[in-house]
T-cell receptor
Framework: DAGITQSPRHKVTETGTPVTLRCHQT?????MYWYRQDPGHGLRLIHYSYGVKDTDKGEVSDGYSVSRSKTEDFLLTLESATSSQTSVYFC??????????????FGPGTRLTVL | KNQVEQSPQSLIILEGKNCTLQCNYTVSPFSNLRWYKQDTGRGPVSLTI?????NTKSNGRYTATLDADTKQSSLHITASQLSDSASYIC????????????FGRGTSLIVHP
């Protein structure tokens, strides 16, 4: 699992409330990612980070913000949760696999329900 | 637009049978292609990774092939087991230092006893 943990693992919240999900890695990898996974859509990139305080948007970034103040932690914040953000959220890291390739390792996921 | 298309969307087979999953991609310039297995309620786990110069890679009963000319890959599962029931995701990365891969939507495989 490349030392990736996510917290919380499950969360139920109400529309309009802020929510923060945490991803923690133990191996100091540079690249970290947040994805959401919904039926029929597969994994979609929300935001990613290429270093401390260096982040960029993915394809579904609206309504989400991220922060990375330490190498090991990547936080995803839903500023005002909506029902459309009910999903399973996965954190991932990118590990160099040699030969110029990289492999992503995923965390166990956070199931978020917005009522 | 870089895309990864997988087929079939879902597949049901009997335990002990073989099956083949397909992945077609338009990602260019190509760096590598990976197959992941995702069990229900868990994160994806890498099965194989192939670069441009490789055309086959095995991991136990899983064998992936790659045809970079036609931009097609397949994942062959031999002598299926109940534990093979999962979603299989094809992921393609660009060359040139991009660390943002393109994901297929996955094939859901169910293995029945």
């Amino acid at each position: 699992d490349a030392g990736i943990t996510q917290s919380p693992r499950h969360k139920v919240t109400e529309t309009g409330t802020p929510v923060t999900l945490r991803c923690h890695q133990t191996e100091n990898h540079r690249y970290m990612y947040w994805y959401r996974q919904d039926p029929g859509h597969g994994l979609r990139l929300i935001h990613y980070s290429y270093g401390v305080k260096d982040t960029d948007k993915g394809e579904v970034s609206d309504g989400y913000s991220v922060s990375r103040s330490k190498t090991e932690d990547f936080l995803l914040t839903l500023e005002s949760a909506t029902s459309s953000q009910t999903s399973v959220y996965f954190c991932a890291i990118s590990v160099q696999a040699g030969g110029g390739t990289d492999t992503q390792y995923f965390g166990p996921g956070t199931r978020l329900t917005v009522l | 637009k870089n895309q990864v298309e997988q087929s079939p969307q879902s597949l049901i087979i009997l335990e002990g049978k073989n099956c083949t999953l397909q992945c077609n991609y338009t990602v260019s310039p190509f760096s590598n292609l990976r197959w992941y297995k995702q069990d229900t309620g868990r994160g994806p786990v890498s099965l194989t990774i192939m670069t441009f110069s490789e055309n086959t890679k095995s991991n136990g009963r899983y064998t992936a092939t790659l045809d970079a000319d036609t931009k097609q890959s397949s994942l062959h599962i031999t002598a299926s087991q109940l534990s093979d029931s999962a979603s299989y995701i094809c992921v393609v990365s660009l060359s040139g230092g991009s660390y943002i891969p393109t994901f297929g939507r996955g094939t859901s495989l169910i293995v029945h006893p």
